[in-house]
């Protein structure tokens, strides 16, 4: 019934307990779960994850975090890792401007060549934007990004921006944000754009959302995700579930 969009299982805090982890996202419904890459190293980590187990697929792609360590090899070995059948998407990518742990005009450079691959390679991405909205929308729009689908990942800004995206063919993914108590646009947006236009994502192990908040995340928390959108739209939970799932499948596997 559900599909958690976005969690790093890749990561090492769930070494030691991943099987379980798997076994309550089941237990709660979680049918599929994507876990992108945020460097070449955690890439390769996801295609592995994904070929071990059925329900885990992986994308590939270099976080605005890291693309200071980019060079064209690194987009060479992304595409030979987008060969894997599991890898439906290229991602997480965009720009960071909060931390800035890369600088800016490395940032861009490595976003949009991230773009470029993935138009090059008809797959679908996904966006990281922090503190940078106007910029990532502008280059999206500019490489027409919605030709071979995009989702915004974890989406932190207004509804009119969020608009803005859907009428160039880009979803948006809401993750546990969704779920505090000072989340007032993250709500608006949940209760005004579309349902076919939404996804639920966890980001685990960041971000869980309430009760678990400030705990380690994990993907059977999505169906909180879901719940909270039922609140503000005022529909079944069923019906979020099912139709975030539809959403996600249509957007990463069409091509594939």
């Known amino acids: 019934m559900l599909f958690d969009s976005h969690a790093h299982l890749d990561d090492g805090r769930f070494d030691a307990n991943r099987d379980q982890i798997l076994e309550e996202a089941r237990a709660n419904g979680v049918e599929l779960i994507l876990n992108p890459g945020a460097d070449l190293a955690t890439s390769i980590k996801a295609v592995a994850l994904a070929k071990k187990y059925e329900m885990i697929y992986a994308a590939v792609g270099v976080h605005p975090h890291d693309v200071k360590d980019m060079g064209e090899e690194t987009i060479n070995r992304l595409r030979e890792l987008t060969q894997e059948p599991k890898v439906i998407a ?31 390679l008809k797959l679908p991405m996904i966006i990281h934007d922090r503190d ?10 500019a490489n027409n990004a919605g030709e071979y689908g995009c989702v915004m990942h974890c989406y932190s800004g207004s509804l009119e921006l969020a608009k803005q995206y859907i009428k160039e063919g880009i979803y948006i993914s809401l993750a546990g944000p969704l779920t505090f108590k000072n989340a007032k646009k993250t709500y608006e947006v949940a209760k005004e754009i579309p349902l076919e236009w939404l996804l639920i994502e966890t980001d685990s192990p960041y971000l869980a ?10 993907p059977a928390y999505v169906k909180l995700v879901a719940e909270a959108i039922a609140a503000a739209k005022d529909t079944s939970y069923e019906s979020v579930a099912n139709k975030t799932k539809e959403n996600a499948i249509a957007l990463f596997m069409t091509n594939k």
Do not use: C, T
Request: hydrophobic letters at 25%; glycine letters at 6%; zero cysteines.
């Open 209 to 218: 959302p309430v009760p678990h908040r400030g705990k380690q995340n994990q």
């Open 90 to 120: 290229i991602g997480e990518i965009g720009l960071d401007y909060y931390y800035d742990h890369s600088p800016r005009e490395q940032q861009r450079y490595w976003f949009e060549r991230q773009i470029h691959l993935a138009k090059e």
């Open 132 to 141: 940078a909205h106007q910029e990532v929308y502008d280059m999206l729009k």
